[in-house]
């Protein structure tokens, strides 16, 4: 049974920062590209950031360059999301997923789709 499991959300005040974890098991953790979700309230779930397998490839959203910061250890089964200068408009539940299909035009990692695993998300709340 695969699992991803989110943690380090919070409330912080703007301007501070946030380091989300999401740890796996039960899959074969370096075979899998990963990403990163949120979704703000009364929005739909949208792309943050992914990670290919081997750790060399990053993507991210637009928005997202210059703050968040993805990261994985593939020896701990473990992805990450550095979130630097938090902004109330930052405020959503952040989602890790995992997925065995490479990153290619039908398979794009920002697709929601594209991903065969998801973790329950972990809340994210910033304060102006």
């Known amino acids: 049974q695969v699992q991803l499991v989110e943690s380090g959300g919070g409330l912080v005040q703007a301007g501070g920062s946030l380091r989300l974890s999401c740890t796996a098991s039960?899959?074969?953790?370096?075979?899998?590209?990963l990403g990163w979700f949120r979704q703000a309230p009364g929005k739909e779930r949208s792309f943050v950031s992914a990670?290919?397998?081997?750790?060399?490839?990053?993507y991210a959203a637009e928005f997202s360059q210059g703050r968040f910061t993805i990261s994985r250890d593939n020896a701990k089964n473990t992805v990450n999301l550095q979130i630097d200068s938090l902004k109330p408009e930052d405020t959503a539940v952040y989602y890790c997923?995992?997925?065995?299909?490479?990153?290619?035009?039908?398979?794009?990692?920002?697709?929601?789709?594209?991903?065969?695993?998801w973790g329950q998300g972990t809340q994210v709340t910033v304060s102006s």
């Open positions: 997923a995992a997925t065995r299909f490479t990153y290619r035009s039908a398979t794009p990692y920002f697709q929601q789709s594209t991903y065969e695993y």
């Open positions: 990670v290919q397998r081997s750790g060399d490839t990053i």
């Open positions: 039960g899959l074969s953790f370096g075979n899998n590209d």
